[in-house]
């Protein structure tokens, strides 16, 4: 067997090699994108008016989405609590109304907007006995009048007061949570209640009430789902999941009613008839990023509150928006 000459090695090692780098880069491309990074653990806040959410949770598609991560569910009262344990790490994912996260900025908490469900104006509202001597929103003054400190229902009871042409100090705010509120409302202990639904449907379906006004005419009564700076910056196709499978919900909801009512009424102990009435009340409520109209609306929210200095200091909503583009981006790096 005759040598190979010297050239001719080092030109058979040359193809050799771009063979091979050719052939690595063929296999590369033709390799499926690597799927996204899944949570270890996914734990999610709720309350019984997050009706998307209770159906995700009964129905188990969560679980079904994501089947590395270990997702657990913790039920709250109401959004200040929930956004308590968002803040100091209990919780990756949760839904509040409008004034909670208000509440939560202005005291320095490091929480993001990740998304949100349309106005509910017609779910909240501010309740009187039937026989009260409280007739129109004027009549408010000098009354004591029940409501979550820190809840939507506060900002609603901000809006009518301030309709009314009071001052908020012409009012004494009762500070219960919506439980304790109902019990001093049924004995006569406050005048008013302001409230939001499943409690408002039931108190209204037990109790011969008025409501004096929703938020029809004073507010949007917007719905927001939060999460922990880092669990939003990691994990931005998780979000999408739960945009997807709470939006799922949605429709189900919307298209098979007497299903979702039996749903919700088994994982909450409601009455039908009272999960009916709080449905009814409820648009169709599909999930996704916040538009700039909400953000907007939701300034307006902060903003009346720091003009009545029931929070500490100004806040700019928008700094606390999560944009899904960029979260993607900075999880690839």
């Known amino acids: 067997m005759q040598p190979i000459p010297r050239r001719s090695f080092l030109q058979l090692i040359a193809v050799t090699a ?34 998307n959410l209770v159906i995700v949770k009964q129905s188990g598609w969560l679980e079904r989405r994501l089947p590395t991560t270990r997702v657990s569910w913790v039920e709250f009262p109401a959004g200040p609590q929930l956004l308590e344990a968002l803040s100091v790490g209990s919780l990756e994912f949760g839904l509040t109304g409008d004034a909670p996260p208000v509440f939560a900025q202005s005291a320095g908490k490091d929480l993001l907007y990740v998304g949100a469900e349309p106005p509910k104006p017609d779910s909240s509202a501010i309740l009187v006995l039937a026989d009260a001597p409280v007739r129109s929103l004027g009549d408010l003054k000098g009354r004591r009048i029940a409501v979550q400190k820190g809840s939507s229902a506060h900002y609603l009871l901000v809006r009518a007061v301030d309709k009314a042409g009071l001052q908020w100090s012409d009012i004494q705010p009762v500070y219960l949570t919506p439980a304790d509120a109902r ?119 902060a903003d009346a509150f720091h003009r009545l200095a029931l929070i500490p200091r100004p806040v700019r909503v928008a700094e606390l928006v999560w944009r899904p583009d960029a979260a993607r981006l900075a999880s690839l790096r």
Do not use: C, M
């Not at 996204?36 to 996914?42: D, F, G, K, N, V």
């Not at 979000?239 to 919700?264: G, H, S």
């Open 18 to 51: 771009s063979a091979w780098g050719l052939a690595a880069a063929q296999a590369q491309a033709q390799s499926p994108a690597p799927a996204h990074r899944a949570p270890e653990q996914l734990r999610i806040g709720y309350q019984k008016s997050a009706a």
């Open 183 to 301: 019990a001093a409302f049924e004995r006569r202990s406050v005048d008013a209640w302001a409230i939001w639904d499943p409690f408002y449907a039931a108190t209204e379906l037990a109790v011969p009430t008025r409501a004096l006004v929703t938020g029809r005419t004073l507010a949007s009564n917007n719905s927001f789902y939060l999460a922990s700076r880092n669990f939003a910056t990691q994990h931005a196709d998780t979000v999408q999941v739960l945009y997807e499978e709470l939006t799922r919900a949605d429709r189900f909801i919307q298209e098979q009613r007497p299903q979702a009512i039996k749903l919700i009424a088994d994982f909450s102990g409601l009455d039908a008839g009272v999960v009916s009435l709080f449905l009814q009340r409820r648009p169709p409520s599909p999930v996704g990023p916040l538009t700039p109209e909400t953000v907007a609306d939701q300034q307006r929210v």
